[in-house]
C-alpha cells in the first residue's frame, strides 16, 4: 500500500512568490496534518483537517499560509508571499482517526524541501 | 499544555553497545506517547507507541521504551546498537482535549550517533 505522497520532493523560489505544497494521505485515513520542521523550532504542527474540515490551524504562522483540503485524497498548503525564513521541510502525515478525538497513530510522508531565496 | 523533553540532543554510542534515549513528558490528561525515527532526507517512520495498558512497549528493529507515570517518562532503549540505528529519534506526546486531542507534540530529538 502506497504512504502518504508529497509534491514536489523539493521546491527553490525566490522572495515573494507563490509555493504551493501537495499532499496525498493513505487511502481510508481520515485525517490529515501538515508540519514544519526547522534547525531552530524542530517540528512544528501548522494545522490539521479530520474528514477534510480544518479541526485546528492554530499553528499557521501567518495570513500568508493557507491550506486546503477539497477532498479526502488531496491537500494543498500554500504560501503566497513567500518570505526566506519560510525556508524549512514542510511534512503532510495522516492517521485513521474518524474523529478529532481519536488519537491514532500518524504516517508522514517523506516531506518537502522548500528553499525561498 | 502538553511538552516533551528529550534529555541529550546528540548521544554517541559504539556498535553493540546500550542504546538509551531520555524522553520526559508533561500532560494533564492519561497520555498517548510515541517515538519517531528520522533517517537522513527521510519522513518520520513510527518505532513504537503507548496508549493505555502495558508500561513496556516493544516496537520495531528492537527498540523498548517504558512508561513510567511516576517518573513521567518514556525512555528508548535497545540492547545492541547497529550501525543501522544511527538517525534523529523523536519522542511525542499526544493533546490533552478538545481539538488538540489528535495533535502532536514533539521533543527536539536526539541524534544517535554509531561507532563501529
Known amino acids: 500500500d502506497a504512504g502518504v505522497i508529497q509534491s514536489p520532493r523539493h521546491e527553490v523560489t525566490e522572495m515573494g512568490q507563490e509555493v504551493t505544497l501537495r499532499c496525498k494521505p493513505i487511502?481510508?485515513?481520515?485525517?490529515l496534518f501538515w508540519y514544519r520542521q526547522t534547525m531552530m523550532r524542530g517540528l512544528e504542527l501548522l494545522i490539521y483537517?479530520?474528514?477534510?474540515?480544518?479541526?485546528?490551524d492554530s499553528g499557521m504562522p501567518e495570513d500568508r499560509f493557507s491550506a486546503k483540503m477539497p477532498n479526502a485524497s488531496f491537500s494543498t498548503l500554500k504560501i503566497q508571499p513567500s518570505e526566506p525564513r519560510d525556508s524549512a521541510v514542510y511534512f503532510c502525515?495522516?492517521?485513521?482517526?474518524?474523529?478529532?478525538?481519536?488519537?491514532?497513530?500518524?504516517?508522514f510522508g517523506p516531506g518537502t524541501r522548500l528553499t525561498v531565496l | 499544555a502538553q511538552s516533551v523533553t528529550q534529555l541529550g540532543s546528540h548521544v554517541s554510542v559504539s556498535e553493540g553497545a546500550l542504546v538509551l534515549l531520555r524522553c520526559n513528558y508533561s500532560?494533564?490528561?492519561?497520555?498517548?506517547l510515541f517515538w519517531y525515527v528520522q533517517y537522513p532526507n527521510q519522513g518520520l517512520q513510527l518505532l513504537l507507541k503507548?496508549?493505555?495498558?502495558?508500561?513496556l512497549v516493544k516496537g520495531i528493529n528492537g527498540f523498548e521504551a517504558e512508561f513510567k507515570k511516576s517518573e513521567t517518562s518514556f525512555h528508548l532503549t535497545k540492547p545492541s546498537a547497529h550501525m543501522s540505528d544511527a538517525a534523529e529519534y523523536f519522542c511525542?506526546?499526544?493533546?490533552?482535549?478538545?481539538?488538540?486531542?489528535?495533535?502532536?507534540?514533539f521533543g527536539q530529538g536526539t541524534i544517535l550517533t554509531v561507532h563501529p
Open positions: 503507548y496508549t493505555t495498558g502495558a508500561t
Open positions: 500532560s494533564s490528561v492519561p497520555p498517548y
Open positions: 487511502s481510508g485515513h481520515n485525517s
Open positions: 502525515a495522516s492517521s485513521l482517526s474518524r474523529s478529532w478525538l481519536s488519537r491514532d497513530t500518524q504516517y
Open positions: 483537517f479530520n474528514n477534510n474540515v480544518p479541526i485546528d
Open positions: 511525542a506526546v499526544s493533546g490533552e482535549g478538545g481539538t488538540s486531542y489528535g495533535k502532536l507534540t
